[in-house]
């Protein structure tokens, strides 16, 4: 099992940066594949970018591709999620998910999942 704990949230103004962060617990985290989604207010949650437990060929989705950088440090049991040029579009709450099946694109098919953090991005 694993236990998934976000941070890194706030306000930023448009064309800022932030980095989340997402520290993992639980021995099974290194052989995790892991991922970021977002959900804003009224919307699904939507996939953001996930990475295998390798840390090789990450996936993103479009509307953030070229901006958000996923990365991970299996030593520190820890994800991140360097977000860059952000936009007011991007303001949504960030979840940290995990599973031991390999990279989905969906919600139902991470088992684990963060608290969430709330990324707020004012124009």
């Known amino acids: 099992q694993v236990q998934l704990v976000e941070s890194g949230g706030g306000l930023v103004q448009a064309g800022g940066s932030l980095r989340l962060s997402c520290a993992g617990s639980?021995?099974?985290?290194?052989?995790?594949?892991m991922a970021w989604f977002r959900q804003a207010p009224g919307k699904e949650r939507e996939f953001v970018a996930a990475i295998s437990w390798s840390g090789g060929s990450p996936y993103y989705a479009d509307s953030v591709k070229g901006r958000f950088t996923i990365s991970r440090d299996n030593a520190k049991n820890t994800v991140y999620l360097q977000m860059n040029s952000l936009k007011p579009e991007d303001t949504a709450v960030y979840y940290c998910?995990?599973?031991?099946?390999?990279?989905?694109?969906?919600?139902?098919?991470?088992?684990?999942w963060g608290q969430g953090t709330q990324v707020t991005v004012s124009s």
């Open positions: 639980g021995r099974t985290f290194s052989s995790s594949t």
């Open positions: 998910a995990a599973n031991n099946r390999g990279i989905y694109y969906y919600s139902r098919d991470y088992e684990y």
